[in-house]
């Protein structure tokens, strides 16, 4: 394998591992900035040494062995660290010593595993609920800050000082980097399914780059959901926000075509759809329906069922989908969900309707820089027969977009209104 070859699927394996790495470091040495550090040493130890010997056999657990002794490395080196990090090296002396016995393991705790444990910890009371988000797709989704700013439609300097900020809190207060018990568990939770969701959507539609879409951090989302399902299996919330994901996540193969084209959701083939994921994402939806949940994971959810249920796109029960917009509205109010209830409405009753619930947010400032408003309306638009107005949203839309994959479908549908 050439050696730039080599690189490129030992920076793949990073970004599969990096998290988990970080979470695991995290624990440990109870500082993120120094767990990232780490986790990118073992990144350049790999980068240098694989392309000689070969990539081994569970490159996770080489780069957390290679993290910990560089940490080891530089406790041993400063004799002024304070008792516990002491201890803290002594522990892993042992553990460095017998890493092929089980490293995973040996970091992992009773509840989980160490990336819920550093979720949980980012999304303490303590740090605001802005700066949770962006920490977690910082560390988890391993996004720049000017991604994160586009996910937030907020300015990539704020995203800097909120990442900033919760570090610093999160280091002052000496968190245990683990998952919680009883009612704190639950007090934290909301946060949690935030975050968990944010890496999912970020994963289902990438807001930059080349690609559309990012199936590693959506099956990072999953898994996690799948964890906390586990932990909470009565909580309907947590089962809501599983089913949503696995729902959504079984569209994924169909969402592109070979060349990686955006394929709207009416016109996917539907036998590409996953339809065990479709099976697992109904099953959690029933049991959080027969739990009383009616919050908004359920009601995302129980939208994404109506796509799944139907066997081709014409069999799509737009009016139930537009009044289960209705009612997520009213938990969950926000521009994006009237929008996305404005495009639902456009399907269900016309293009008219769904153009004047549109009209009523296209001022609001939230929405300024969002892609997906110029694009629904022209959408809309277009299917009124209104083709030079729908050109010149098309366009807008393109231009807003980040994402190169999107910004090609865009103009392909700008040209359509010859």
């Known amino acids: 394998m050439a050696q730039s070859q080599t690189h490129r699927v030992i920076e793949a ?43 081994p056999a569970n490159p996770g657990a080489w780069l957390m062995t290679t993290a910990k002794r560089r940490a080891i490395d530089a406790l041993r080196r400063d004799k002024m660290r304070a008792r516990k990090h002491d201890q803290i090296a002594q522990e892993w002396v042992g553990l460095v010593d017998n890493a092929a016995e089980g490293i995973e393991a040996a970091i992992d705790d009773d509840l989980g595993d160490e990336l819920l444990g550093l979720i949980f910890t980012v999304c303490h009371p303590m740090i605001s609920a ?20 586009r996910a937030f439609l907020t300015s990539e300097a704020t995203i800097a000082q909120r990442i900033v900020r919760a570090k610093r809190t999160i280091a002052k207060a000496d968190l245990s980097f683990e998952v919680p018990r009883g009612a704190e568990r639950a007090a934290r939770l909301a946060s949690v399914l935030e975050v968990i969701y944010l890496v999912f959507n970020e994963g289902y539609a990438a807001t930059a780059g080349d690609d559309l879409v990012r199936t590693d951090l959506c099956r990072e989302a999953q898994r996690l959901g799948r964890i906390l399902a586990g932990l909470m299996p009565n909580d309907a ?70 796509h799944a249920r139907a066997r081709k796109a014409a069999d799509t029960d737009w009016a139930r989908i537009a009044g289960l917009y209705d009612r997520l509205r009213a938990v969950m109010p926000s521009p994006v ?46 299917r009124c027969g209104r083709l030079a107005e729908a050109r010149s949203e098309f366009e807008a839309a393109a231009r807003l977009t980040r994402n190169e994959r999107e910004r090609h479908f865009l ?8």
Not at 137 to 145: A, D, K, N
Not at 338 to 362: K, Q, T, Y
Not at 411 to 418: I, S, T, W
């Open 13 to 55: 394996i990073f970004r599969i591992e990096r998290a988990r790495l970080i979470g695991g470091l995290a624990r440990v040495v109870h500082d993120v900035d120094r767990a990232e550090e780490l986790a990118q040493d073992a990144l350049v130890v790999a980068l240098s040494d694989w392309p000689r010997v070969g990539v």
């Open 237 to 306: 919330d947590v089962l809501g926000l599983l089913a949503l994901m696995e729902i959504q996540a079984s569209r994924l193969a169909a969402r592109t075509g070979p060349d990686g084209t955006l394929i709207p959701l009416t016109e996917q083939n539907r036998a590409r759809w996953n339809q065990l994921l479709i099976r697992r994402g109904l099953d959690a939806l029933a049991r959080a329906e027969a739990l009383g949940g009616d919050g908004p994971y359920v009601l995302q959810a129980a939208l994404a069922a109506c």
């Open 130 to 149: 802005d700066a949770r988000a962006a920490l977690t797709l910082r560390i988890v989704g391993g996004l720049t800050t000017d991604e994160i700013a």
């Open 337 to 382: 969900v009237d929008l996305n209830r404005a495009v639902a409405h456009g399907m269900a009753f016309s293009p008219e309707a769904g153009l004047r619930l549109v009209d009523e947010i296209v001022d609001d400032p939230v929405l300024r820089n969002y892609a997906p408003l110029p694009a629904a309306r022209g959408d809309l638009l277009f």
């Open 411 to 418: 103009l392909v549908r700008a040209d359509a209104c010859n």
